[in-house]
């Protein structure tokens, strides 16, 4: 391996750096966004049981709610929710916050998203470069004046070309393969948290119109 590093010329090193960022990407929002994660066991049921007892008017403490929003990446979003109704805000002022905190969250679940969507866009740009180079390195060795060329000289500047275009489109399609798998991803974890944040509201307001959307 590190024959062809060497083989592929100093243009192979940026495309070494960000295939390490891309696989950095993939492992942490795989994990990430996992529903495990997202949605731990039983965190729910605690969301849902304290929405009951303030719907029954019961107290319900703010250390209780702080609780919530630590559960998971998506649990400020229901805290915000269980909080407006403990202070007595209005369906549309509780809406209005909902919304806001909606939007901080959706960032979380797209974070580094299109960190990975640049890599897939870059790495081609960056073979071709390298292809350039060795292009370039060919017809150096050619000779400029004297019309000598060298034959190890010409098979280096051949090695840099190919060797540049093959690692650029092996990162750029894995890279593209994998930024559409984890944004779909975060897609239906952002529809599922959607339904159950209209669930909970409908459960906390449930005299008023359940909103259409939390976006």
Not at 55 to 60: D, Y
Not at 187 to 213: G, M, V, W
Request: glycine fraction near 8%; charge should be neutral.
């Amino acid at each position: 391996m590190y024959s062809i590093l060497l083989s592929a010329g100093w243009p192979i090193w940026p495309l070494l750096i960000i295939s390490i960022i891309g696989l950095a990407i993939v492992i942490e929002r795989t994990w990430y966004l996992r529903q495990i994660h997202i949605f731990p066991k039983d965190s729910l049921e605690s969301v849902f049981g304290l929405a009951n007892a303030l719907s029954q008017q019961k107290s319900v403490s703010d250390a209780e709610i702080s609780s919530i929003s630590q559960l998971s990446p998506v649990g400020p979003l229901f805290a915000c929710a269980l909080h407006e109704k403990m202070v007595g805000s209005s369906a549309d002022a509780a809406l209005e916050e909902l919304q806001a905190s909606a939007q901080s969250t959706w960032l979380k679940l797209e974070r580094y998203l299109g960190a990975l969507a640049t890599i897939a866009t870059v790495a081609p740009l960056l073979g071709l470069f390298g292809t350039v180079v060795g292009m370039i390195e060919i017809f150096g060795s050619q000779g400029a004046v004297s019309g000598v060329g060298s034959p190890q000289q010409l098979a280096h500047g051949i090695s840099v070309a190919l060797y540049n275009t093959a690692f650029g489109l092996m990162i750029a399609i894995p890279a593209l393969a994998a930024w559409r798998g984890l944004r779909a991803m975060a897609n239906h974890r952002q529809h599922e948290c959607e339904e159950f944040t209209r669930q909970l509201f409908k459960k906390l307001y449930a005299s008023h119109i359940q909103p259409a959307d939390t976006k």
